[in-house]
């Protein structure tokens, strides 16, 4: 129903920024929630942010809260999460994830690397 395509990560000093795309392409996107995770070496998936499916509604980690923000544009089917003050402790491979309705299944991008480093 939808295969979903991240973008933006690279190599980031502490302190830096970076903005993650994801776009989906598909026949769903504009009805479902979507959000963001990230998985670390040796250490289990977390969820960075989620956004209802009208953008009104976010939630974020306490992590990474006042620091990240998620966005979506649902012309474009274009999901965002912009970072700022990066920590080496945000480094990790970056996914996007789309919530199935209906008893549907979710959706996952194969994921975008960042690594903050100096």
């Known amino acids: 129903q939808v295969q979903l395509v991240e973008s933006g990560g690279g190599l980031v000093q502490p302190g830096g920024s970076l903005r993650l795309s994801c776009v989906a392409f598909g026949s769903i996107f504009s009805q479902n929630i979507l959000s963001w995770w990230r998985q670390a070496p040796g250490k289990e998936r977390e969820m960075v942010a989620s956004?209802?499916?009208?953008?009104?509604?976010?939630n974020y980690a306490d992590s990474v809260k006042g620091r990240f923000t998620i966005s979506r544009v649902n012309d474009a089917k274009t999901m965002y999460l912009q970072m700022n003050s990066l920590k080496p402790e945000d480094t990790a491979v970056y996914y996007c994830k789309l919530v199935g309705r209906f008893g549907g299944m979710d959706y996952w991008g194969k994921g975008t690397l960042v690594t903050v480093s100096s």
């Open positions: 956004i209802s499916a009208s953008g009104g509604s976010t």
